[in-house]
């Protein structure tokens, strides 16, 4: 059966941190995608990243990278100087390939204080 | 730019009514999701549409139907509302294919049930 799991519930940190976001799956299929999504205080949300199970490459876009290792099953997101307009929920999702529906983990709030 | 909306951003309604939450996106995406969010829990899957007039029960689609008279338009309905209803109701869209597509969400909607 497919799975998220996102351990962190919560996390708070002082602006220019980093921080780490953690998410593990499992899932029988060799072909699927990951996704990250953002859900700002206004409620909706917002893509940041697709990877499908072929693409171990780590990906970098701004402050944001992204770490996936089948090894582990995991696929962690990384903020780099973390800023205030960072903070909200974020949310990991898995999707096996021949559907179109997504699996997310319960969430991760961040909290990035001034 | 992919635009999903939601009828309602905040709704209250009693116990025992009958509640219709409406959802249009204006991209031509063939599928179209209704979700749960509740603290701890994550999204959950109520109900998901692959096209006009053709739906799938999600994981939770107990005391919930669901109609898609129209390509662009979702309608979540709640047959007799009841206080366990009380949530955060996200729709999103996306286009089908064997290649996850993104699924773009809208605002969410807040109901709550008294």
């Known amino acids: 059966a497919q799975k998220v799991t996102q351990a962190q519930t919560e996390i708070s940190v002082v602006e220019k941190e980093d921080v780490t976001l953690d998410c593990v799956y499992e899932t029988r299929d060799t072909t699927y995608y990951l996704f990250w999504y953002k859900q700002p205080p206004s409620g909706e949300l917002v893509f940041l990243i697709r990877?499908?199970?072929?693409?171990?490459q780590n990906e970098i876009s701004g402050r944001y990278s992204w770490n996936f290792q089948k090894s582990t099953s995991s696929f962690n997101f990384t903020i780099t100087a973390s800023q205030v307009v960072d903070s909200a929920v974020y949310f990991c999702?898995?999707?096996?390939?021949?559907?179109?529906?997504?699996?997310f983990g319960t969430g991760t709030r961040l909290q990035v204080f001034p | 730019d992919v635009k999903v909306t939601q009828s309602s951003r905040y709704l209250v309604k009693r116990t025992g009514e009958k509640v219709f939450l409406e959802c249009v996106q204006d991209m031509d995406h063939e599928n179209m999701f209704w979700y749960r969010q509740d603290p701890g829990l994550g999204l959950r899957l109520i109900y998901f549409s692959y096209d006009v007039k053709m739906k799938e029960k999600g994981d939770i689609p107990e005391g919930y139907s669901v109609s898609r008279e129209k390509k662009e338009r979702f309608s979540l309905i709640l047959e007799s509302a009841s206080t366990n209803q009380t949530s955060m109701y996200l729709c999103a869209s996306n286009r089908r294919g064997q290649i996850t597509d993104t699924q773009y969400f809208g605002p969410g909607t807040r109901l709550t049930v008294l």
């Open positions: 990877r499908n199970s072929f693409d171990e």
């Open positions: 999702a898995l999707s096996e390939a021949g559907t179109d529906k997504l699996i």
